[in-house]
């Protein structure tokens, strides 16, 4: 049964989604798609069916990574298993039988599925050492000769060659976990993500270690009051450049960072502050590598991939996955139990979801939001029905499992349940507020000129009822060609005027308090989950730019400068502190998941936002004039204390307002009530109802 490779050709049932009336309820617009919503979930439904024809359970399929690849079993033998349907030949060899390709031949099955065994040696023990490099060597039904690694290797190296070889890893982790896993728990009511990357988390220009990550980065992270730590580029890859986007190998841990193991002990001490886990995985596309990635491994153009050019991602230069395969199906639900198990992942941030979903991958085209422009002949069903038949299998698995869309498109029910009809994702990022953001500053020299109005809109403009993760910026913005938000705001005077004690320039005042600011309002108002990408939080200056022949590959801007904020002389310390207030804020007075903001005003000439959101009345001035006794909107009646106040002297501000002063409410028009505030110039204020 496990061998089976290609689904037989049966009825296929229509299956309504058992919750659809919620979701047409909550969407009335969806309504006249009903029909597609219904043929979606049919494909899930009987996909599944059909899985359950070669496997006996889903979980059973979606584990087959204990099945493929290259295994050490108790005895001390060792089991290969492959399926490569190109291939006329195929054997195993490495440093363990110095490198004799004809040794170990598999043996083919009548599905394409190649098997070898190799029994221990005569005094019981494995004929593999433990570290031992190997490889496959293959020949394809047209004679031509060729070596690969594994699509299921768990750790490849390259050493001093120019590409990778799989590594042997013997029959178990010698890894103790010292703390219970999350995902059995319910995820927190809001996330709170620190977006990270291991190989640059050091102050020093070098690649920086898993071990290194969690001793000295993880500790800043709690401290702070994240409680979801979003990894990325942890999947191999062997261009470092790429970010971690050009996969070469999915089930391996990048080894640059250090061994697999170091990888859980990095998991482990996130767990053992409270922190999640979450995974940056891609499944949208794999690197065109050959002769250490999934590209052409049994010498054909397909393969997991689509042949041709639909296999082909002419922006990204990679290969795109055929959901419609079972054997890419059995690779990539494999993949997702793999992190999680063998790992204890929590959770995957799901990169490239929007060039996934649609046939035209995005490229060119304009999501205006009118719900036709969905559901059409672009939309990739193969694609929709793998992401919505994983979200059923992770969530109905694992309570605690959180995923997130990376998709700009704006699917309707993309966040919404699959027994809905949706995807069945938790959230999807909401892209449109850092690109408004970089926008502002790279087009205007001045936030005179901002709109408030259309600032608003974009923080507002997402699907009611879909939950959406707020970032000012990520790791997008961050690299080469882009600039972070404090250089946008501060740029050159970032290198002669951050130490406290030289001149506070106007440019740089002006920079700290939008920063906070800025943080604020999209935290506050733009989504139901927040993210903040590795050192944005105290505003790291310049860009990221990895090593390359383009700059001498050099590290210099392929770090993250801690110590900025950790030197009491420099005014980076003033923005570390307002992150941890804003957390310590949201904590003590929950509102992002108190439903959308409602916002009171949005005045252009004074360059006020006032909205209420879980009860909590936020008040931010963009105008360069301070206001007195300016009206502020409230939900009700009553006595209202400062609970952040981005002024405060702690956070770099100039102390104008008195926190320890209430403001009492009074009412205006009917039922509408007020309270009276001050507001300097550039600062953002939160209010909260005392009980008092």
């Not at 859980?264 to 891609?282: C, Q």
């Not at 590795?534 to 990221?544: I, K, R, V």
């Amino acid at each position: 049964l496990l061998y089976t490779i290609k689904f037989e050709e049966g009825m296929s049932l229509s299956h309504e989604p058992p919750d659809l009336a919620n979701l047409l309820t909550m969407d009335p617009y969806l309504e006249p798609h009903r029909d597609f919503l219904i043929d979606l979930y049919s494909n899930v439904q009987n996909t599944k069916q059909r899985v359950l024809e070669i496997s006996p359970t889903l979980e059973e399929f979606a584990s087959s990574y204990k099945t493929y690849g290259i295994h050490q079993r108790p005895d001390n033998s060792v089991v290969c298993r492959e399926w490569a349907p190109n291939l006329a030949q195929l054997s195993l060899a490495g440093d363990f039988n110095e490198w004799n390709t004809t040794q170990y031949p598999f043996e083919r099955n009548e599905f394409g599925v190649w098997e070898l065994t190799i029994p221990p040696d005569s005094a019981g023990e494995c004929r593999i050492s433990p570290g031992s490099d190997v490889r496959y060597f293959c020949v394809d039904g047209e004679g031509t000769h060729f070596d690969r690694i594994s699509p299921w290797a768990r750790y490849v190296t390259q050493g001093d060659r120019v590409y990778y070889n799989e590594v042997f890893v013997g029959p178990h982790s010698e890894y103790e976990w010292n703390n219970p896993s999350l995902i059995t728990r319910p995820p927190p009511r809001a996330l709170y993500i620190y977006e990270a990357h291991v190989g640059i988390s050091s102050p020093e220009p070098k690649i920086a270690s898993y071990i290194e990550f969690a001793d000295s980065v993880i500790p800043r992270i709690a401290e702070l009051g994240y409680n979801t730590i979003q990894l990325m580029a942890v999947m191999e890859h062997a261009y470092y450049a790429s970010f971690g986007y050009q996969v070469t190998s999915f089930f391996a841990a990048s080894s640059r960072f250090g061994h697999p193991d170091t990888l859980k002990y990095l998991v482990d001490s996130a767990h053992s502050h409270g922190i999640r886990v979450l995974l940056d995985l891609v499944h949208s596309h794999a690197s065109t590598n050959t002769k250490d990635g999934l590209n052409s491994f049994d010498g054909s153009d397909s393969h997991f991939f689509h042949g041709g050019a639909a296999g082909t991602h002419h922006l990204w230069k990679s290969r795109l996955f055929d959901y419609t395969n079972p054997e890419t199906l059995r690779f990539l639900l494999a993949n997702l139990e793999y992190w999680i198990t063998e790992f204890r992942f929590d959770g995957f941030r799901f990169d490239g979801v929007t060039s996934m979903l649609y046939h035209h991958h995005g490229i060119g085209h304009v999501f205006t939001g009118e719900y036709g422009g969905y559901y059409d002949n672009q939309l990739n069903r193969g694609a929709v029905t793998y992401l919505m038949l994983a979200n059923e299998y992770l969530h109905s698995k694992y309570p605690g499992v959180v995923t997130i869309a990376e998709d700009v498109s704006g699917l309707p029910a993309l966040c919404r349940p699959v027994s809905e009809g949706g995807g069945g994702f938790d959230y999807r990022l909401a892209m449109s507020t850092p690109d408004m953001w970089i926008k502002l500053l790279k087009e205007t020299t001045t936030d005179g000129v901002w709109n408030m109005g259309s600032i608003v809109h974009t923080l507002t403009n997402r699907r009611i009822g879909e939950k959406s993760i707020a970032y000012v910026e990520s790791h997008d913005q961050a690299l080469v060609g882009d600039k972070s938000i404090a250089f946008w705001l501060m740029d050159k005077e970032m290198y002669t005027n951050m130490s406290v004690l030289s001149e506070r320039t106007p440019r740089i005042d002006r920079g700290l308090a939008l920063h906070k600011m800025l943080r604020l309002l999209t935290f506050g108002l733009g989504g139901e989950g927040l993210l903040t990408f590795m050192g944005n939080e105290f505003g790291h200056p310049e860009w990221l730019d990895f090593p390359r022949e383009g700059n001498g590959e050099s590290y210099h801007y392929c770090r993250r400068q801690y110590n900025l904020a950790d030197d009491e002389l420099l005014r980076y310390k003033f923005l570390n502190r307002f992150d941890g207030a804003l957390l310590s804020a949201e904590q003590g007075h929950p509102w992002l998941d108190k439903g959308p903001g409602y916002v009171y005003l949005s005045h252009e000439a004074d360059k006020v936002i006032v909205f209420e959101r879980g009860g909590l009345c936020f008040a931010f001035n963009f105008h360069w004039d301070s206001f007195v006794d300016y009206s502020l909107q409230v939900a009700g009646p009553g006595k209202y204390c400062i609970v952040l106040n981005s002024d405060h002297g702690y956070y770099g501000g100039h102390g104008r307002v008195d926190d320890t002063v209430p403001a009492f409410s009074y009412t205006e028009e009917g039922d509408r009530y007020f309270i009276k505030a001050y507001l300097p110039s550039r600062t953002c204020l939160v209010f909260a109802k005392s009980d008092d």
